[in-house]
């Protein structure tokens, strides 16, 4: 028959026969199972309820664990036959060997992966690997009910079988797959395409009689264009084996635990029989988790990674969140990610591994580059709605001028088949092979782990060098990386953020969650500063390890599963507790060290602790008086009766017949509860343009990760204000507001304070709406083209109007403390203590407050909400006004403890560090991790050259500057108690000094 008759279907065919026949059923198992709620130890493994099941029971529902025990014998007779056995129990299994120690990972079939990058189950357990003594198998494994991706699978036991391996048709099964798989990529009229589908439609031919000699013949049929290899190369690919696992998604974090062994145990049996299988796996949480579990199985991945063949990937703790994470949150994520694989297996991480995660920060590159991690590798820019990313191959340059080399697989999947379409498809959509040589491919299957299999590992022995393919060479990314390196010069530049255009939901879905993330953040900051005063001054211990033992669980939540709201009720029901459980610690800790460090130190009264390197100003009640507190920068002041005269409430403030005013604004209310008007007073300006904070329910149909793009061309429903009241108190004016709407309830209070010029929205909400989003918004009479947004380190700018598609797919964007419309001499900040979504088109500021969506958490926000936004009008541009500082403020409220003093002199204030210069944010002061000493990390907030003072309250023996790890690269100019440090724009810069102990 002509090749061009060669029906595809028939070969199709041929090849499904042919699996069909691979193994032969000889034996039944027996299996017993033991039934708990929650995982049990090998030890413990008969605590459970007892079962016996045979295929067909139902053995557990949704999260189910059980110890299964399969017992049988091999029957006698089968020669030299390999012999395996065939398991599928419906849902994740683990194989232990006599000491509990994981052997192989099992996944059911059935499962949501998608079935275009292949087939996810792993149900063969070849008995070479497994202690069978006489022929007898006793075998116990782990089991967890549920897939892949933590979808419930009817809980039923499908397989436990002996049967035996025919070797020569599993090799004809992957010599075909290949050769079919290839020729459907290749153009129809191409000579290569020919002969493969000549040869295999001969081979269907010749199996039409099936024995052992037309098998063999089959093969050697094949072999000639399996064997045709390549010439010079102008494209190589790097394959490495991988497993991305979600640390929590679908499932709870208990379960990853045993995913991650699963996984990692399957990986070590085929690198015994692969021996060219490269394996890859990143994340040190996993790796301690592991550890901590299953030591023995860690051992043997030590042993592996020693040998050159298991690569520890990525320079972080976890893959986290790079929208919603805070700056020095990503410093520690590589401190402690580089410390953890340098300390166990003697790795210098240099490639930021995370091919997932939902937007990239333009501050990582300068974070990385000053951390020693040189390249970036991520794929998730591929799934952007409107814009396809012009590179896979580029320097990406942040917000300082810093560039790291990226890569994005051209596959575009970290979970790829290995398989020629593979290939093809790197070949075709690599958008800069004109200059690159070097292209990456990951393979296996990840998200919820299990990683290669077989099939992909003996694909890839027959792609090596196949003709037609570009060749392919598993080894390291790491070595891919260095290759891709020596043509750097060629490559283009890609300057800021890497903005996906998907997911924007995540900025606001699971909002609790996101405000114990920015507490913490804070608190951790805080307590740093404490402690290292604390050892300063007193020479109290600096409490590291339970600082690194809180900054590691918080850095856990930031994964990118867990802190953008995108997991299962369960896990925001688990990390929710324990966020509770660390904030409370930590602010006892904070306590405590200002009590020590105030005790001895001052006279009794009211301590007032700043942590922020700047003079602040707070009203106080204290002892039924009001008084306005000066509290120095990074210091204290102390309220007492003595020495704090109480100044007059002036009669500018004024709360009364729909009107708040202080000296500096007035705001008018209509009677919906928005605010109709703020007029600055001062200079002489309204504010806005109409209504403003006009509370606006829209509806959401989407799901944690993204909502309807034209949510805001639907009509909105306002909430029905239940009553309006206008309070004075001392220095401040409020309107207080109730609300309803649906099922929920909304109070807010809306302040206004004596000589400040910030609108405060204080809100509580208890909102029990399902599919509806809550957002707020304000169209400010200020007009410019571009919305400046504060990120980590620094701030971007991006564009307020939607000329082109790449305008218009951000729509939604991210910022942390502040957003902010400025022209050069007035503009506009709108503040938050907790939110990170946001939009801007045209001269509104709108801010996405909270989300509930059905999936994959149906009671996404739906609790009771505290949180504050701000309006921040103020004269001169966002620079000039230092709105920078309105967000810190806000975000880092002053520290309050009534002390009784041992030492009764007259220093009302204390101020132990003070920062002179414009424009600088000191960061972090914590302990440096060698002990020798303290970290001061600063940076420039506006984008401009300058320099500072650091002054300190002791006395400095040595400066130098470091990088993010802290190794040293210069001495800093400094004297006695005096850093001077210039800066570039967005400039990081880390000091580590030597203090001569207080006397």
């Known amino acids: 028959m002509p090749y061009e008759n060669v029906s595809l279907d028939r070969l199709t065919a041929m090849k499904e026969q042919i699996a069909e026949k691979i193994y032969q059923k000889v034996s039944s198992l027996s299996v017993n199972a033991w039934v708990t709620n929650e995982p049990v130890s090998f030890e413990n493994r008969k605590s459970g309820s007892h079962i016996s099941v045979v295929p067909g029971d139902k053995w557990g529902g949704l999260w189910d ?26 849902g994740e299994l683990c194989l232990v060997d006599k000491n509990g120690t994981p052997v192989q990972g099992l996944t059911n079939v059935n499962s949501e992966f998608d079935y275009e990058l292949g087939k996810p189950g792993k149900r063969i357990v070849d008995l070479s690997d497994i202690t069978a003594d006489n022929g007898g198998i006793d075998l116990w494994a782990d089991a967890g009910c ?186 520690r994520q590589i401190l402690y990610g580089k410390q953890f694989f340098q300390s166990e297996f003697g790795k210098e991480m240099k490639v930021l591994w995370v091919p997932d995660i939902f937007g990239y920060t333009a501050s990582l590159p300068q974070i990385l ?25 580029f320097l990406w340059e942040g917000i300082d001028g810093s560039k790291v080399l990226t890569h994005l697989p051209p596959e575009d999947t970290y979970n790829g088949p290995a398989a020629p379409r593979s290939i093809i498809k790197i070949e075709k959509e690599y958008k800069d092979k004109n200059v690159s040589n070097q292209a990456l491919m990951l393979f296996g299957i990840g998200d919820g782990g299990g990683g290669p299999g077989e099939e992909h590992l003996e694909r890839l022995q027959r792609e090596r060098n196949l003709l037609g393919l570009s060749p392919v060479v598993q080894e390291p990314s790491i070595n891919f990386f260095e290759k891709l390196n020596h043509l750097r010069d060629k490559y283009k530049t890609w300057r800021g953020e890497l903005y996906l255009e998907k997911h924007q939901g995540t900025l606001t879905t699971q909002a609790r969650n996101k405000k114990y993330n920015r507490q913490l953040e804070k608190a951790l900051r805080e307590l740093e500063f404490a402690a290292s005063l604390l050892s300063i001054y007193q020479g109290a211990d600096y409490p590291k390890k339970e600082i690194d033992d809180i900054w590691k669980e918080v850095l856990l939540y930031q994964f990118h599963d867990i802190l953008p709201g995108s997991s299962i009720s369960r896990v925001y029901e688990e990390c929710l507790e324990r966020y509770a459980e660390i904030l409370d610690r930590v602010n006892v800790l904070i306590k405590k060290s200002y009590e020590n460090l105030a005790k001895n130190s001052a006279q009794s009264g009211l301590f007032i602790f700043n942590s922020l390197p700047w003079e602040r100003k707070e009203w106080i009640k204290y002892h039924d008086e009001w008084q ?253 006004a230092d709105v920078y500082k309105e967000g810190y403020e806000l975000n880092v409220p002053t520290r309050h403890l009534e002390i009784d003093g041992q030492n009764h002199s007259l220093v009302n204030a204390q101020s132990f560090i003070q920062l002179n210069g414009k424009g600088v944010m000191l960061e972090a002061v914590k302990q440096a991790e060698d002990g020798k000493g303290f970290i001061i990390r600063l940076y420039e907030t506006a984008g401009t050259h300058t320099s500072s003072c650091v002054v300190f309250d002791f006395e400095i023996q040595t400066a130098f500057e470091t990088d993010l790890m802290e190794k040293e690269i210069r001495t800093i100019n400094h004297s006695e108690s005096r850093l001077f440090v210039k800066f570039q724009p967005f400039e990081i810069k880390t000091i580590k000094v030597q203090v001569l102990p207080k006397e």
């Not at 299964?68 to 419906?90: A, C, S, T, W, Y």
């Not at 970036?376 to 396809?388: A, E, F, G, P, R």
């Not at 007492?640 to 004024?654: F, K, R, S």
């Open 65 to 90: 664990c059980a110890w299964f025990h399969f017992e049988g014998l091999v029957p006698r007779g089968l020669g030299d036959q390999k012999v395996v056995l065939i398991i599928d129990i419906n």
């Open 628 to 880: 306005c507190v000066t509290i120095p920068s990074m210091g204290y002041a102390i309220v007492d009766n003595e020495h704090n005269a109480a100044p007059q409430i002036t009669t500018a403030l004024v709360a009364k017949d729909h009107i708040l005013e202080n000296d500096i604004l007035r705001l008018t209310f209509n009677v919906e509860g928005a605010i109709q008007s703020i007029y600055d007073k001062e200079n002489d300006r309204e504010c806005l343009t109409g209504p403003a904070n006009s509370l606006s329910i829209y509806h959401d149909s989407g799901d944690a990760w993204d909502f309807p793009t034209n949510y805001h061309e639907t009509k909105a429903t306002v909430p029905k204000i239940i009553s309006l009241e206008m309070v004075q108190e001392g220095p401040y004016v409020m309107a207080v507001t109730y609300y309803e709407v649906g099922l929920s309830n909304i109070k807010q209070t809306v302040r206004m304070t004596l000589g400040s010029r910030k609108v405060d929205f204080q809100t509580s909400v208890d909102w029990r709406e399902k599919e509806k989003m809550l957002r707020s918004s304000f169209p400010v009479n200020v007009y410019s083209e571009n919305v400046n947004c504060e990120i980590q380190f620094g701030y971007i700018k991006r564009q307020t109007h939607r000329n082109t598609q790449w305008d218009f797919a951000k729509d939604e964007i991210s910022a942390h403390h502040w957003i902010d419309l400025s022209e050069p001499n007035y503009g506009v900040a709108l503040l938050n203590d907790s939110k990170y979504g946001h939009r801007v088109h045209d001269n509104v500021l709108d801010l996405n407050l909270l989300r509930s969506p059905n999936h994959p958490d149906p009671l996404a926000d739906q609790a009771v909400h505290e949180f504050t936004y701000s309006l921040y009008p103020h004269p001169g541009d966002f620079v000039q």
């Open 146 to 331: 549920n897939d892949l991706f933590g979808h419930f699978r009817s809980g039923t036991l499908k397989e436990a079988d002996v049967a035996v391996c025919n070797e020569e048709v599993r090799n004809l099964y992957y010599d075909v797959e290949v050769l079919l798989d290839f020729a459907e990529q290749l153009d129809e009229q191409s000579v290569r395409r020919a002969k493969i589908l000549q040869a295999l439609y001969d081979v269907s031919l010749l199996l039409v009689n099936w024995n052992d000699l037309t098998i063999k013949e089959a093969r050697t049929r094949l072999f000639i264009p399996l064997d045709k290899k390549n010439g010079d190369a102008e494209l190589t690919i790097s394959a490495i084996g991988h497993a991305h696992i979600d640390l929590a998604w679908l499932w709870p974090i208990r379960e990853t635990i045993r995913k991650g062994a699963r996984t990692f145990a399957t990986a070590l049996r085929n690198m015994e029989k692969y021996p060219d299988y490269i394996f890859g796996a990143s994340q040190p949480q996993l790796y301690q988790w592991i550890k901590d579990h299953y030591p023995s199985l860690y051992t043997q991945i030590k042993e592996r990674i020693e040998e050159g063949r298991w690569e520890v990937q990525g320079a972080m703790w976890v893959e986290p969140d790079a929208n919603i994470s805070g700056g020095e949150a990503l410093v």
């Open 369 to 393: 580059q000053k951390s020693g991690v040189d390249y970036v590798m991520t794929q998730k820019l591929s799934w952007s709605t409107y814009n396809d990313h012009p590179h896979h191959t």
